[in-house]
């Protein structure tokens, strides 16, 4: 394909995926034209052109600059084409209803390559359909690996004379040095504060977002934050929105920001059963289970918002007060991650039960992935993954081929060891899928991952789970009767 035609084909793109606007076309071909280095009087031909051909023109770009810049050259371009702020925002407010504006912005993001549809369409994705908890498992390609330590090591860093703060700040958008030239945002006013909502680039599940305060101040799992929660929902009642936890080990990898994360999927938790209903004292409009789950969750659901959040409000300082010693559950390391949604003209909120507390024998943290699995997962536990879905490190698409060479060459083991010395880590998969504890390598894979759930639970030391819970809810119906 010559490169104008190339042009052309971006422009019309433009005009049908990008808002481009007809009496605009000689005005972004001088744009193009300049940042690639090319002159020649260009002739606006109608083309018949697909969402999928962005792909196609990215490539053909690329092969015609062929140098390290193309891909900031292209971002440039694209972003270029993209309406202002300003224009997305005035359009989004045009729509009739809240799920039309959120389609009309997600399919944006899309369609300026801000949501890499490409890249997300290679990951990995493994569903479990033997157990009850029916997880999926994926492995992201994109996604980097992050050590709890450096996760750690954000909170308290000085960042007043960096610009912008962190990668969530507002400031990001249309910046060049974090190269987010073609983010999006749309503001919201969550609990009367100042909220705004983007999108994951490298989505974990459908219609991906991220809702991120106006100020850069550290994440809190919070009276103020759960009414940010419920307000979202009963704004978009077709997503669900949760806060990770505010800690290290049991919380998300940008804890310096606060932040939530929601999108368009029903997660496994959310279709697990009910254990049984509980009592929760002086809420007679809010009905609480316990959730059939490997870690410990609650589910309330009520019709009146303001009664959700003051049950869950009172429960999460109850919980904030709990010690138990023989169970090594410390007060000072507890928190949560609660999760909101508007489902069968009710509020739900999911309640899971977090700790970060560490010691000698678990540095790590008591509540963390056990050592012999962080082959699999060495990073904490965050929302997503503790409703079921995990996102695995992109290092295992290249590893598990390592395994599965192995497993069909076992008797040349000693010889594939010596060659590759990291499968010495997987060994816990190896001898259970040659003992016939599993069939394959995704059935271990769901396995592990089940484990890894039940490895997070804060109740995982009782020798008795339901009775230790029960004895849990029944001091806080004394310290609330």
């Known amino acids: ?64 600059l062929n140098n390290g810049t193309s891909d900031d050259t292209i971002n440039e371009i694209l972003s270029f084409l993209t309406p202002k702020p300003s224009q997305i925002i005035n359009k989004y407010h045009s729509f009739n209803n809240k799920e039309d504006a959120f389609n009309y912005f997600y399919n944006l993001q899309i369609n300026n390559n801000y949501i890499k549809k490409e890249e997300i369409a290679k990951n990995i994705i493994i569903k479990d359909k033997k157990s009850k908890y029916k997880i999926i498992v994926t492995i992201n390609l994109s996604k980097p690996e992050k050590d709890n330590k450096e996760i750690a090591k954000l909170i308290n860093n000085n960042q007043d004379i960096i610009y912008p703060k962190c990668a969530l700040c507002i400031e990001n958008v249309n910046n060049f040095k974090n190269k987010k030239l073609d983010l999006r945002i749309i503001p919201l006013k969550l609990n009367k ?36 929660l419920f307000d979202f929902a009963s704004q978009y009642k077709f997503l669900f929105i949760g806060s990770n936890a505010d800690k290290p080990i049991v919380g998300g990898s940008i804890l310096n920001h606060e932040h939530f994360q929601g999108g368009n999927m029903i997660m496994p938790l959310m279709n697990a059963k ?16 316990l959730m059939d789950w490997p870690c410990t969750t609650f589910k309330f659901v009520s019709k009146n ?9 009172n429960f999460l300082n109850y919980y904030k007060s709990y010690n138990n010693k023989e169970i090594n ?45 962080q082959f699999i997962k060495k990073e904490g536990i965050g929302l997503i993954e503790a409703m079921g879905l995990f996102i695995l490190p992109p290092r ?33 998969m190896v001898n259970a899928i040659n003992n016939k504890e599993v069939k394959s390598i ?17 109740f995982k030391f009782a020798n008795n789970k339901d009775k230790t819970i029960d004895e849990f809810l029944s001091l806080y119906n004394k310290k609330e009767g």
């Not at 918002?305 to 409000?313: L, P, S, V, Y």
């Not at 598990?400 to 880590?425: G, M, T």
């Open 329 to 373: 559950i410390d007060c000072n390391y507890s928190t949560a991650t609660i999760i909101a949604r508007y489902f069968n003209d009710k509020y739900e909120g999911y309640f899971i039960l977090r700790n970060a507390k560490t010691n000698n024998e678990y540095p790590n943290g008591l509540f963390h992935v056990r050592d012999n699995l």
């Open 1 to 64: 394909m010559d490169i104008l035609d190339n042009v052309n084909l971006l422009i019309n793109y433009a005009l049908n995926y990008l808002d481009l606007d007809k009496d605009d076309i000689i005005y972004a071909y001088n744009f193009i034209i300049h940042k690639i280095g090319i002159s020649g009087e260009y002739k606006y031909r109608k083309v018949h052109v697909k969402q999928n051909d962005l792909y196609k023109i990215i490539f053909t770009f690329k092969q015609f």
């Open 305 to 313: 918002k303001k009664d959700i959040i003051n049950a869950i409000d």
């Open 396 to 428: 295992l698409k290249r590893q598990l081929k390592d395994v599965d060479y192995l497993l069909k060459n076992y008797a040349k083991k000693d010889e594939i060891y010596a060659k590759l010395p990291y499968l010495s880590e997987f060994l816990p």
């Open 193 to 228: 504060q100042d909220w705004f909502l983007q999108f994951s680039p490298y989505s974990y599940f459908y219609q991906h977002c991220i809702v991120i305060k106006n100020n850069h101040e550290p994440m809190a799992v919070c009276l103020d934050n759960i009414k940010a």
């Open 442 to 458: 995704n059935d271990y894979l769901i396995k592990a991952c089940i484990e890894i759930l039940f490895d997070i639970d804060i």
């Open 274 to 289: 009910t254990k049984r209903e509980v009592l929760i004292n002086n809420f007679n409009n809010v009905k609480t289970y």
